[in-house]
Protein backbone atom coordinates (compact mmCIF):
# COMPACT_ATOMS: atom_id res chain seq x y z
CA UNK A 1 0.00 0.00 0.00
CA UNK A 2 1.27 3.45 -1.14
CA UNK A 3 0.95 6.40 1.69
CA UNK A 4 1.46 9.94 0.47
CA UNK A 5 1.82 12.92 2.89
CA UNK A 6 1.97 16.23 1.65
CA UNK A 7 3.73 19.10 3.37
CA UNK A 8 4.89 22.86 2.17
CA UNK A 9 1.69 24.62 2.05
CA UNK A 10 1.06 28.06 3.21
CA UNK A 11 -0.36 31.62 2.57
CA UNK A 12 2.14 33.70 0.30
CA UNK A 13 1.74 36.91 -1.40
CA UNK A 14 1.47 37.06 -4.94
CA UNK A 15 4.80 36.93 -6.55
CA UNK A 16 6.18 34.94 -3.78
CA UNK A 17 7.20 31.31 -3.58
CA UNK A 18 6.70 28.11 -2.02
CA UNK A 19 8.03 24.47 -2.41
CA UNK A 20 5.91 21.67 -1.48
CA UNK A 21 6.59 17.91 -1.27
CA UNK A 22 5.16 14.65 -1.29
CA UNK A 23 6.84 11.80 1.24
CA UNK A 24 6.04 8.40 -0.25
CA UNK A 25 5.77 5.41 1.67
CA UNK A 26 5.45 1.58 0.25
CA UNK A 27 6.81 2.70 -3.27
CA UNK A 28 9.86 3.80 -4.86
CA UNK A 29 9.15 6.49 -6.59
CA UNK A 30 12.30 6.66 -8.40
CA UNK A 31 10.55 4.41 -11.11
CA UNK A 32 7.28 5.68 -10.91
CA UNK A 33 5.49 8.58 -12.47
CA UNK A 34 4.36 10.71 -9.47
CA UNK A 35 1.77 14.01 -10.09
CA UNK A 36 0.44 17.03 -8.37
CA UNK A 37 -3.08 18.14 -8.91
CA UNK A 38 -4.95 21.15 -6.91
CA UNK A 39 -8.92 21.46 -6.34
CA UNK A 40 -9.70 25.34 -5.78
CA UNK A 41 -13.14 26.09 -3.54
CA UNK A 42 -16.23 24.65 -6.07
CA UNK A 43 -13.71 23.67 -8.82
CA UNK A 44 -12.84 20.12 -10.10
CA UNK A 45 -9.60 19.22 -9.47
CA UNK A 46 -7.20 19.50 -12.46
CA UNK A 47 -3.67 18.04 -13.24
CA UNK A 48 -1.01 20.49 -12.11
CA UNK A 49 2.31 18.91 -13.24
CA UNK A 50 3.66 15.32 -13.62
CA UNK A 51 7.33 13.43 -13.69
CA UNK A 52 7.79 10.07 -15.31
CA UNK A 53 10.73 7.59 -14.84
CA UNK A 54 13.85 8.67 -16.50
CA UNK A 55 12.73 12.62 -15.07
CA UNK A 56 10.90 13.71 -18.10
CA UNK A 57 8.15 16.33 -16.99
CA UNK A 58 4.74 17.46 -17.84
CA UNK A 59 3.04 20.53 -16.72
CA UNK A 60 -0.57 22.48 -17.37
CA UNK A 61 -0.80 25.13 -19.48
CA UNK A 62 -1.56 27.73 -16.58
CA UNK A 63 1.90 26.59 -14.40
CA UNK A 64 4.03 26.08 -16.79
CA UNK A 65 7.16 28.61 -16.49
CA UNK A 66 6.24 28.94 -12.70
CA UNK A 67 6.10 25.09 -11.16
CA UNK A 68 8.83 22.96 -11.47
CA UNK A 69 8.42 19.17 -10.27
CA UNK A 70 11.29 17.25 -9.30
CA UNK A 71 11.93 14.42 -6.91
CA UNK A 72 14.44 13.27 -4.12
CA UNK A 73 14.98 9.43 -4.49
CA UNK A 74 17.70 9.29 -1.29
CA UNK A 75 14.30 10.43 0.89
CA UNK A 76 11.77 8.96 -1.61
CA UNK A 77 10.18 12.17 -1.68
CA UNK A 78 8.81 14.48 -4.78
CA UNK A 79 8.82 18.47 -4.45
CA UNK A 80 6.94 21.01 -6.34
CA UNK A 81 8.98 24.44 -6.68
CA UNK A 82 6.00 27.03 -7.14
CA UNK A 83 7.63 30.62 -8.05
CA UNK A 84 5.41 33.86 -9.06
CA UNK A 85 2.57 32.64 -7.47
CA UNK A 86 -0.72 34.09 -8.37
CA UNK A 87 -3.95 34.28 -6.61
CA UNK A 88 -5.99 31.93 -8.65
CA UNK A 89 -2.99 29.47 -7.72
CA UNK A 90 -4.97 29.28 -4.75
CA UNK A 91 -6.39 25.70 -4.09
CA UNK A 92 -5.37 22.38 -2.10
CA UNK A 93 -2.68 20.23 -3.47
CA UNK A 94 -2.87 16.47 -3.96
CA UNK A 95 0.22 14.35 -4.06
CA UNK A 96 -0.89 11.32 -6.70
CA UNK A 97 1.18 7.65 -7.27
CA UNK A 98 -0.16 7.04 -10.91
CA UNK A 99 -0.01 3.56 -11.06
CA UNK A 100 -1.85 2.77 -7.81
CA UNK A 101 -3.99 5.97 -8.24
CA UNK A 102 -2.81 6.70 -4.18
CA UNK A 103 -3.42 10.22 -3.42
CA UNK A 104 -2.23 11.84 -0.44
CA UNK A 105 -4.70 14.33 1.96
CA UNK A 106 -3.42 17.09 0.40
CA UNK A 107 -1.70 20.95 1.67
CA UNK A 108 -3.58 24.13 1.42
CA UNK A 109 -1.83 26.81 -0.60
CA UNK A 110 -3.87 30.64 -0.64
CA UNK A 111 -1.86 33.08 -2.39
CA UNK A 112 -3.21 36.19 -1.58
CA UNK A 113 -3.30 39.67 -4.16
Known amino acids: QVRLVESGGGLVQAGGSLRLSCAAS????????MEWYRQAPGKQREFVAR???????NYADSVKGRFTISRDNAKNTVHLQMNSLKPEDTAVYYC???????WGRGTQVTVSS
Open 96 to 102: RHSISNS
Open 26 to 33: GSIISIST
Open 51 to 57: IISGDST
